[in-house]
């Protein structure tokens, strides 16, 4: 159907007759029949709220559960000390034989065999 058809069908309907009043009043009747015809908000469903706090609380506790087994900061503090231990200790050797590596003439390959 093409719009030269709908067109004649539509123009060919009756229109009941109505007085003038009727449709001078028709817009606001409409008006007032759509504001008392406003949908009520449907409440969300609890479930999702429940699911959602639950999910929530679990991936929490597993949170905790991991800081305090495993101790990231205690163990981060731990592996510090030991390196900054290691450091100290190399620094005591390389100040001990410092004094090698200033009288080796022969160059750096007899001063490492000599420290071993």
């Known amino acids: 159907m093409n719009d030269f058809d709908l067109e004649s069908k539509l123009k060919g309907v009756c229109v009941p007759e109505r007085p003038e009043e009727y449709w001078n009043d028709f817009p606001s009747r409409i008006r007032v ?10 409440p969300r469903p609890a479930w999702r709220t429940r699911l959602m ?26 592996a510090i000390i030991k390196q900054e231990r290691c450091f100290h200790a190399q620094l005591a050797r390389l100040d001990g034989g410092l004094h090698r590596l200033m009288l080796n003439t022969d160059g750096m390959g007899y001063l490492l065999m000599d420290a071993n």
């Not at 759509?34 to 009520?40: F, I």
């Not at 929530?56 to 731990?78: D, E, G, K, M």
């Open 33 to 42: 029949q759509l504001r008392r015809e406003q949908p009520q908000m449907a």
């Open 53 to 78: 706090w639950a999910s929530n609380f679990a991936l929490t506790t597993a949170v905790l559960f991991i800081c305090i087994q495993y101790h990231p900061l205690r163990s981060t503090t731990t």
